[in-house]
DNA sequence: CAAGATTGAGTCATCAATCTTA
DNA sequence: TAAGATTGATGACTCAATCTTG
């Protein structure tokens, strides 16, 4: 409909993928009776850092979500029994989300799921070429803005 | 933190990007007192339709938005005078929603600050031929996951 | 007073149920 | 009976205010 040479094109490829994508996704999930998403991706989040636990503050950058929220989903999975808060002894403010064992568990249960739908849904739909130019474009887009809000902090 | 070359790094960076420069882009539009990212885009797609009109179903499917949502965004421009339910002589089940001429104004208005916000978040960040092969790859994504769902309708 | 985290209140978005017409 | 659209109930998410510690 629109021009592909315009300047917008390219961004409203990324929104209409994502949206696709995202649902197509979440459908999928929801099928297989995994756990959702936003739960994946704090689990994994946890597992990949340092001692398996993070700031929330720290998990709610790496994480697409805001502070607030990210209070609210450690509440829900420390209910579940996958993520446990930890208090920090160099600095009372702070509190530790830390992966349980059974986070563990659930995040190995979880991960060849969610592994293959990002595989068919997008990823296999994708040339190699097109997926690491894509993987460093965005990836640098998105150093920008975290550079840029770093910035912005510091005023 | 994960393999550059892995199976998700890619999706991961379109999800990060979508976020970061959706932020920035609604913060604009804040900023300058311009409409709703929303309301910007329904406008933007009845005047590109033919007649400056679509039905409700058709626009939510180009907007990344549900029917359901569709319905109480157009209530609000509706009240906000920049568009018009109109009802569809051929078919009385049909309503369009149709583009008044304080729309067209409402979007003459918003689009350069809209396209500049764009531009300096997301378009000015990639090189030409990574914002093409993004736009050419994103577009096939799209379209895929479009027909998979028309043939799901079929069945 | 600033930083980290949580809570209260309100908005955004969707699902299921409903109404109307084909 | 199904398709198009809207409404009611509910969940997902965020902002501003608050609490606690540095």
């Known amino acids: 409909m629109t021009d592909p040479d315009d300047r917008v094109a390219a961004w409203r490829a990324l929104l209409l993928a994502h949206a696709r994508v995202l649902r197509a996704i979440e459908d ?8 959702p998403l936003t739960w994946y991706d704090v689990l994994l989040e946890l597992n ?9 503050a720290e998990l709610a950058d790496t994480v697409v ?7 609210r989903l450690v509440d829900e ?10 208090p920090c002894p160099d ?15 659930a995040l190995r249960r979880a991960a060849p799921i969610y592994l293959d739908s990002i595989d068919r849904h997008f990823t296999a739909l994708l040339g190699t ?26 005023r």
């Open 28 to 35: 999928d999930l929801l099928r297989a009776g995994a756990i």
């Open 48 to 56: 990949a850092a340092p001692g398996r636990r993070l700031r929330m």
């Open 65 to 71: 979500l805001s502070r607030t929220r990210v209070s």
């Open 77 to 86: 999975l420390q209910a579940a029994g996958l993520v446990q808060r930890e």
């Open 91 to 105: 600095d009372r403010r702070v509190t530790w989300a830390a992966l349980t064992e059974d986070g563990r568990a």
């Open 129 to 154: 070429t097109e997926r690491r130019t894509i993987t460093r474009a965005l990836d640098r887009v998105v150093a920008q803005h975290d550079r840029a809000a770093r910035v912005r902090l510091r």
